[in-house]
């Protein structure tokens, strides 16, 4: 069974910077893409950055372009979201999610429990 | 940027069907993918490329689409179905993943 855990949240001051990690289990890691989704307090869903497999290739929302970086570590089975320049609306539960068909399925399945980012001062 | 737009709340009674649209340019071309999220939870993907069914999703439980709105059916309608449910969409003009506003399933 596919498991996902979701680790590194925590509370940040404005303009600070943290790095999340999720830790894959039971399937083969390097074959799927993966992806980042947030969800702020109260809200709905906002997909926030994915990674295809082996290519690499990456996209991002344009609400994080250029202060997100994800990547992943296929030795380790983990997949990384660093983020810098965090300001009060990137206050959110973090999921780490997979895609469902390897690569370029675009949907996500299944999901980590999550991790919660505060950003406050 | 590209907008999925739902409903926010669908009421319905126990044993009625409860149907959830989601609206967008172009949508038809598109695969709408369709998560169910309780209280607490992580999302569950329930159906995806418009009508499949993951297996341990029950078949009461159906998508469909037509023209620019897409539509998740829930038949016979539980208790435990309450919950938020949210189309997604991958938008190639922008290369990025939309979510749907999200709607909310009330059961009376």
């Known amino acids: 069974e596919a498991l996902l855990v979701e680790s590194g949240g925590g509370l940040v001051m404005p303009g600070g910077s943290l790095r999340l990690s999720c830790a894959a289990s039971?399937?083969?890691?390097?074959?799927?893409?993966m992806n980042w989704v947030r969800q702020a307090p109260g809200r709905g869903l906002e997909w926030v950055s994915s990674?295809?497999?082996?290519?690499?290739?990456?996209f991002y929302a344009d609400s994080v372009k250029g202060r997100f970086t994800i990547s992943r570590d296929n030795a380790k089975n983990s997949v990384y979201l660093q983020m810098n320049s965090l300001r009060a609306e990137d206050t959110a539960v973090y999921y780490c999610?997979?895609?469902?068909?390897?690569?370029?399925?675009?949907?996500?399945?299944?999901w980590g429990q999550g991790t919660l980012v505060t950003v406050s001062s | 940027s590209y907008v999925l737009a739902q409903p926010p709340s669908v009421s319905v009674a126990p044993g009625e069907t409860a149907r959830i649209t989601c609206g967008g340019d172009n949508l038809g071309s598109k695969s709408v993918h369709w998560y169910q999220q309780k209280p607490g939870q992580a999302p569950v993907l329930v159906i995806y490329y418009d009508d499949d069914r993951p297996s341990g999703i029950p078949e009461r439980v159906s998508g469909s689409k037509s023209g620019n709105t897409a539509s998740l059916t829930i038949s016979r309608v539980e208790a435990g179905d309450e919950a938020d449910y949210y189309c997604?969409?991958?938008?190639?003009?922008?290369?990025?993943?939309?979510f749907g506003t999200g709607t909310k399933v009330t059961v009376l």
């Open positions: 999610a997979r895609d469902r068909f390897g690569d370029y399925s675009r949907l996500f399945d299944p």
């Open positions: 039971g399937f083969k890691f390097s074959a799927y893409g």
């Open positions: 997604q969409v991958w938008d190639s003009g922008s290369d990025q993943s939309i």
């Open positions: 990674i295809t497999s082996s290519t690499g290739l990456i």
